[in-house]
């Protein structure tokens, strides 16, 4: 996948894709973890797993995936 860098404010800046992002469950904010190897020039992006004690991460992706998928309808329950 080919991708353009562009400049925001002092930054630049790779987008990704939608469906790249909903595959990974990455919403704004989300923490990434992001790699270099000089040897091979290759930069690596990876989602970074908040792991809960005692929350099994079957039930964790579970749950983030409904969050993803009702966030308007929570947000505006929150609002209520």
Do not use: W
Request: glycine share 4%; net charge negative; no cysteine.
């Amino acid at each position: 996948m080919v991708r353009k860098i562009f400049k925001t404010g002092n930054s630049m800046v790779v987008s990704l894709p939608k469906d790249l992002l909903d595959s990974l469950h990455l919403v704004e904010g989300a923490e990434v973890d992001i790699a270099f190897d000089p040897e091979r020039g290759v930069i690596t992006i990876a989602p970074v797993q908040v792991a809960v004690k005692g929350v099994d991460e079957d039930f964790a992706r579970q749950v983030s995936a409904f969050i993803d998928q009702y966030r308007p309808a929570l947000e505006a329950l929150a609002k209520a």
